[in-house]
C-alpha cells in the first residue's frame, strides 16, 4: 500500500503561480509512475502531468505544457506541481496519483493507477 498527502492548493489571481506537494509513505519502493490529475465542477477527472520515478521522465497534457512542471524528490518521497501562468480554467481539485507500472501504458488514464491521495482545491480568480 502507498498513501499520498498533497498539499499547497489555494486561491491565486489569473498570471500567478502555485506549487503543489505530494508526499508519498508506505511500499513507495515499488512505485513506477506519480502524477497529477484534477477535477473541475461537473467534469471528468482528467490528466495533468506525469513524472517517472526511476529516471525521472516527465509527461504533460496540452493544456499545461509550458506552464505547469512536475518534478520529485526521491530522498523525499515527494512529488511537486510548479503551476505558472495560472488561468481560471485551472481551478479544480488537484489529485495525486501512483502506480506500480512503470512503463508508459495508459499513464494518462485514471484507471491506469492504483493510489490516490485526497486532493486539493486550486482555485484561479479571473
Known amino acids: 500500500q502507498v498513501q499520498l498527502v498533497e498539499s499547497g492548493g489555494g486561491l491565486v489571481q489569473a498570471g500567478g503561480s502555485l506549487r503543489l506537494s505530494c508526499v508519498a509513505s508506505?511500499?513507495?519502493?515499488?512505485?513506477?509512475?506519480m502524477g497529477w490529475f484534477r477535477q473541475a465542477p461537473g467534469k471528468e477527472r482528467e490528466f495533468v502531468a506525469a513524472?517517472?520515478?526511476?529516471?525521472?521522465?516527465?509527461y504533460y497534457a496540452d493544456s499545461v505544457e509550458g506552464r505547469f512542471a512536475i518534478t520529485r524528490d526521491v530522498a523525499k518521497n515527494t512529488v511537486y506541481l510548479h503551476m505558472h501562468s495560472l488561468k481560471p480554467e485551472d481551478t479544480a481539485v488537484y489529485y495525486c496519483?501512483?502506480?506500480?507500472?512503470?512503463?508508459?501504458?495508459?499513464?494518462?488514464?485514471?484507471?491506469?493507477?492504483?493510489?490516490w491521495g485526497q486532493g486539493t482545491q486550486v482555485t484561479v480568480s479571473s
Open positions: 513524472v517517472r520515478w526511476s529516471g525521472g521522465s516527465t
Open positions: 496519483a501512483a502506480r506500480l507500472r512503470s512503463d508508459t501504458y495508459y499513464y494518462t488514464s485514471t484507471y491506469a493507477y492504483e493510489y
Open positions: 508506505g511500499r513507495t519502493s515499488s512505485t513506477g509512475f
